[in-house]
């Protein structure tokens, strides 16, 4: 078994995890911090918001994730068009990261679901201007097809709606969107447990993304484990190569030399 | 010094004229490392907050990174 196949090249970007975390709806430092560890993500979203002018003392998660190297990979989470998107990314630059954003405009604050023209002119923009850009897309197989054509180094589509803990809704476009495109796929939205993770991965996904399923578990540090270990297993599973699905039994054991009377 | 209106973060403020970004920071009791400044939609780079003066209507957002996913 390969050990350097299993890191994520994203542009010029190698993770040594594939699961990457949201650092948002965590109780407090505390927690978030020993999620983040016990998920062994390297790379981590961060959201870009107004500072509060009344507010005394500063963040310290983002010193502490800094500090404790995580890379920073800055969201246009709330964005609703093309122009709030791209100005959002031209100040997470300036804020000083890698150069890596994950682009989501959405369209409808219901469902969350992205507003794909926009995410397209959006990663366009921000493309031209040298981000490395990772959006978060349907999953729609012409579309993620038409954002890595335009130069996106990643592509991030949704396996439910953000936050809704409802999996992996269509297997199947995600399995297409994988067969078609060859910039690393990313399940971003809508993961639950643990198995819908491994499921992402089976399919042949690259990395599975997410926040709520672990912020929002009942113990999120054991939680970020589970979703370490899901996606370890079912990257493994899929670069193991399973079994083909049979209606029938095939018997494990050797059919010669059964004692007693012979069946069928 | 003649005072006049700007505009920070959604809301009016009243600051001394001739005020750099940097001055308004500091006015503001923000420190300049983590915070990043656009000024009428467009960014004004950290290395010339210092440089950068105010005027009348300007529109300031003034961020930083939070948590999130």
């Known amino acids: 078994m390969s050990t350097a196949a299993e890191e994520l090249k994203i542009g010029s970007h190698t993770l040594r995890s594939r699961l990457i975390v949201g650092t948002g709806k965590y109780k407090d430092l505390e927690q978030t911090r020993a999620a983040l560890e016990a998920s062994g993500a390297d790379m981590v979203t961060v959201a870009v918001r107004r500072l509060d002018l009344n507010a005394k003392g500063g963040d310290s998660l983002i010193g502490y994730l800094k500090q404790a190297g995580y890379t920073l990979l800055p969201n246009t989470a709330g964005c609703y068009t093309v122009d709030d998107a791209v100005r959002t990314c031209r100040l997470a630059r300036e804020l000083g990261i890698a150069g890596l954003v994950k682009v989501e405009v959405l369209g409808d604050p219901k469902t969350l679901f992205p507003d794909v023209v926009q995410t397209l002119e959006a990663s366009k923009i921000l493309v031209k201007e040298g981000f490395t850009v990772l959006p978060y897309t349907n999953d729609d197989p012409i579309t993620a097809l038409k954002l890595q054509d335009i130069g996106c180094a990643a592509v991030m589509p949704l396996a439910a709606p953000i936050g809704s803990g409802l999996g992996i809704r269509n297997p199947y476009n995600l399995e297409i969107i994988k067969q078609t495109l060859s910039v690393p796929i990313i399940v971003d939205a809508g993961v639950g447990t643990a198995s819908d993770a491994a499921i992402a991965m089976e399919l042949g996904c690259d990395g599975v993304l997410m926040n709520t399923a672990i912020a929002g578990a009942q113990d999120p540090v054991r939680m970020a484990r589970a979703m370490r270990l899901a996606v370890e297993a079912g990257r493994d599973a899929f670069l193991a190569g399973r079994i083909e699905k049979r209606l029938y039994a095939s018997a494990s054991s050797p059919l010669a030399g059964v004692i007693g009377s012979k069946h069928g | ?69």
């Open chain 2, 1 to 69: 010094m003649r005072a006049m209106r700007i505009e920070v973060n959604g809301e009016a403020r009243e600051v001394s004229q001739g005020i750099t970004v940097l001055g308004l920071l500091h006015a503001l009791g923000v420190q300049d490392g983590p915070v990043a400044v656009e000024k009428n939609r467009e960014i004004v780079p950290r290395a010339v907050h210092a440089s950068t003066e105010l005027h009348e209507g300007d529109v300031l957002e003034v961020v930083h990174f939070v948590g999130g996913g």
